[in-house]
């Protein structure tokens, strides 16, 4: 089979630290693999100005995949490198469905007291291109004891109609076959009413999946009390953001859960990483956990039509967090990477 062509944007902090293992695995996976490094992040902009120049945008359409460490730093003021290149790359590749499985592993330790692995095992569909990521906004006498701050929520029906089908079409694949809409509706009447009734339309194609909806402040509570009610969550940009950093709390930590910014046309490459940020406060310590990011480059795979090779992954990660079930003794970020990829390899 051809060579799996593979940009890769190691960016900020731990990005390049769990970047790097993440290759690891892919490597040892036995597909062949051509990966192009990016220089893109907190470096090149203090060096260059640049957070996502036009034309590398214009290389990194012709990729078949992208994955992603991390962006951010503090030395750069918020939002620059978070808008201007991450968000950038999910909006021109029109990554609308964000994809954020939400899965307890056996042998995990989940805050939430007797837990059993398979009431945590649900799938968050984050929409990735409207909402308030995209809306319009302002400032008014700025600085002044009188500002005034505004930014608006953009949602088109174009925009939810596509997230929503995807979220049926994997609800509908699933053992349990539930949906449920997690927004605001009781507040956000306008926003929330064009979800909550693309949702109902949607569902009479759809028969065989039962349909549910959680303002998203009781989802929080739902995710934390009873986990076991969700199976696909269908939500906008924010709310997603916001329950998926929750999610990933419950079901183990930050350092697990992965991710995959989808364009399901195939009209733009999708791009992966895991959910979580630069982590400033670990990085280059070693600390940071990859498997996030080893578990991003088994969704990459799979989304690439690879599914045995994703499913070997998947089981060497979950082999992996079995030992570390069993007393092994903590380990640093390569070391972590070292041992999946032997199980990978082995
Ligand atoms: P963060 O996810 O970077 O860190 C939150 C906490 O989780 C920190 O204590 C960190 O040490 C810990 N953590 C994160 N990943 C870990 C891992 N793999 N192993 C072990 N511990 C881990 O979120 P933050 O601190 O809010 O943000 C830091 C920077 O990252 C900011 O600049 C933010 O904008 C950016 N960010 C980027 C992304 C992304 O690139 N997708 C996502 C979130 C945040
Ligand atoms: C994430 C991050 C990003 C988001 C930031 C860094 C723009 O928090 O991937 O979850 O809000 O989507
Ligand atoms: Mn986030």
């Known amino acids: 089979s051809r060579n799996i062509r593979l940009a890769v944007i190691p960016g900020d902090g731990i990005g390049t630290e769990v970047v790097a293992e993440g290759l690891k695995v892919l490597e040892a996976v036995g597909t062949k693999i051509e990966p192009t490094h990016y220089d893109l992040g907190a470096a090149r902009y203090h060096r260059t100005g640049e957070t996502l120049p036009d034309s590398v945008l214009q290389e990194l359409r012709g ?4 994955l992603l460490g991390a962006v951010g730093d503090p030395s750069v003021p918020p939002g620059i490198l978070e808008r201007d290149l991450l968000l950038r790359l999910r909006f021109e590749f029109d990554h609308y469905v964000n994809l954020r499985p939400v899965k307890l592993f056996p042998g995990v330790r989940t805050p939430l007291a007797d837990t059993p692995p398979e009431n945590i095992d649900m799938i968050v569909v984050r929409e990735g291109t409207e909402g308030l990521y995209a809306g319009t906004g302002g400032a008014m006498r700025r600085g002044t004891p009188h500002e005034i701050a505004t930014q608006e929520s953009l949602n088109t029906a174009y925009g939810v109609e596509r997230v929503v089908r995807y979220a049926f079409d994997k609800a509908q694949s699933r053992p349990r076959k539930k949906l449920t809409l997690v927004h605001k509706t009781n507040v956000l009447t306008y926003a929330g009413d064009l979800w909550q009734r693309t949702v109902n339309r949607v569902a009479a194609e759809y028969p065989e999946v039962s349909v549910d909806y959680s303002h998203i402040d009781a989802a929080s509570m739902f995710f934390v009390t009873q986990p076991e009610r969700f199976d696909v969550v269908v939500t906008d940009n924010l709310f997603g953001d916001i329950i998926t950093d929750l999610g990933a709390a419950i079901a183990g930590g930050i350092g697990l859960a992965a991710s995959g910014n989808i364009n399901p046309t195939g009209a733009a490459p999708s791009m992966f990483e895991p959910v979580h940020g630069s982590a400033p406060d670990i990085a280059g310590q070693g600390k940071a956990d990859p498997t ?35 007393g092994a003794a903590p380990r640093s970020t390569q070391q972590i990477g070292d041992d999946i990829t032997a199980r990978v390899a082995g």
Not at 63 to 66: E, K, L, M, Q
Not at 299 to 322: C, F, N, P, R, T
């Open 63 to 66: 990729y078949d995949a992208i």
């Open 292 to 326: 996030a990011t080893i578990l991003s480059v088994a969704m990459l795979l799979d989304h690439l039509g690879l599914s045995a090779e994703a499913a070997k992954v998947e089981q060497a990660v979950a082999a992996d967090i079995a030992a570390r079930a069993e």
